[in-house]
């Protein structure tokens, strides 16, 4: 059968004996006036084409991994502009990023109808869009954690209900200043030896931890007069 005509961004695959877009019934040959099956002479063939319909996923402000294309072939017969199922399934994700765990794709955009990976998406692209496919954009939601504060190795205390990415107070410091007298409490340290303080008494904080639990260590200080 002679090669079909051409469609823009479509390639030909062959014929059907049907208006169906799906896939060839039979296959583009060089002798002319013949398909590859016979087929009845009289009759219409239909040309088919093939185009790749691609999602791209994009990780949204990820700190790392990847997550690959997914594609699928999609058919257009000559008779229609509406091509075969463009039914794709979401891809699982692969990105992730500090102190979120992810949640779903959202299409299009990050504002996007929002999908579950692993389950079927119909893009609905039309035929002749200069840009077959679409980008997923992951969604994320923020982890909580929990402040534990130490004095020594005695826990002074637990503070719940931080979200990462979100301020909130610490509280304050509900200890005793060890004897002999003369000590202050300075603030927290981030390691039980350290003497440097990373954070004030009752700081305002957004990032302790990704997850799980931080832990704080009470700094103390003394002023020492030479006389």
Do not use: C, H
Not at 92 to 121: D, H, I, L, P
Not at 154 to 160: D, V
């Amino acid at each position: 059968a002679p090669a079909p005509s051409a469609i823009s961004n479509w390639t030909a695959n062959g014929y059907r004996a049907d208006t169906t877009a799906a896939s060839r019934s039979y296959a583009i040959t060089t002798a002319a006036g013949s398909v590859s099956p016979a087929y009845n002479t009289g009759n219409t063939l239909y040309a088919v084409y093939t185009r790749t319909l691609t999602v791209s996923y994009n990780g949204n402000s990820n700190t790392g991994g990847s997550t690959a294309a997914t594609t699928a072939t999609i058919y257009l017969n000559t008779n229609s502009t509406t091509t075969s199922s463009q039914s794709i399934t979401l891809a699982a994700n692969g990105f992730s990023r500090n102190g979120y765990t992810f949640s779903k794709w959202a299409a299009g955009s990050t504002s996007g109808t929002q999908y579950t990976a692993g389950t079927a998406y119909n893009p609905n692209v039309a035929y002749n869009a200069g840009t077959f496919g679409t980008t997923m954009y992951a969604i994320w939601s923020a982890n909580g954690y929990q402040v534990e504060f130490y004095q020594g190795s005695t826990k002074l205390k637990t503070q719940t209900g931080f979200v990462y990415g979100t301020a909130k107070a610490l509280d304050a410091y509900s200890g005793t200043a060890p004897s002999p007298g003369g000590w202050a409490f300075a603030g927290w340290s981030t390691s039980a030896s350290g003497t440097t303080v990373n954070y004030a008494n009752q700081a305002s904080v957004s990032g302790l931890a990704y997850s799980g639990t931080a832990k704080l260590y009470a700094v103390f200080k003394r002023t020492i007069t030479f006389k």
